[in-house]
């Protein structure tokens, strides 16, 4: 008899997460009243407790962003990026910018080229500061990488081995600020 009982409440479960799924509610993401998101091009607004959609940014061919000073605020743009402005983005598992990237027609940053394939760095060139792929030195001073599993500082130009993250049962990992550390 037990078991049956569990069989139903299971079953009870599946059925109220289709049914808010067919309400347009996504049971993962709880969220507080009129907070809003973006959800590829789609501004989402939470409606109790559940983010559903506001605006589709994409209808008239814009993007959705985020307020990058007030939290939980999403809006249509129509472009990611100025139009032609380039930068220097970072590369997973690399330490130092190594994208050069430009904000294509589309109002999205497109690559122009990835500078690690020739061992290059992206970096703002004088007089004008456009980034570029640019050869320096093996590695600046303080600068962190993960090779492999072990995290290496630049002291002098030369990577030096920091610790091995195995002997802590952890992997190497570059951080959003390009750090490289055991995680």
């Not at 009243?33 to 091009?41: D, K, L, T, V, Y």
């Not at 497109?110 to 030195?137: M, Q």
Request: aromatic content about 6%; hydrophobic content about 30%; glycine content about 8%.
């Amino acid at each position: 008899m037990q078991f049956k009982k569990g069989i139903q409440i299971v079953g009870l479960l599946a059925l109220s997460l289709v049914l808010l799924a067919l309400a347009g509610c996504d049971p993962c993401s709880p969220c507080k009243e009129n907070e809003q998101r973006c959800a590829g091009r789609v501004v989402e607004v939470c409606d109790s407790g559940c983010f559903t959609t506001q605006t589709d940014c994409s209808k008239n061919g814009g993007w959705c962003s985020r307020d990058a000073v007030k939290a939980g605020v999403a809006y249509c743009v129509d472009s990611l990026c100025p139009k032609d402005e380039t930068r220097c983005y970072a590369k997973e598992n690399f330490t130092g910018l190594r994208l050069l990237q430009i904000c294509g027609d589309s109002g999205n940053w497109e690559l122009v080229e990835d500078c690690s394939k020739t061992g290059k760095y992206c970096e703002p060139i004088s007089p004008t500061w456009e980034p570029a792929c640019v050869n320096r030195s093996p590695c600046l001073t303080g600068d962190t990488r993960c090779n492999g599993e072990v995290v290496e500082i630049c002291r002098e130009d030369i990577w030096v081995a920091q610790s091995n993250c195995e002997d802590s049962g952890k992997h190497c990992e570059i951080d959003t600020l390009d750090i490289a550390s055991c995680i």
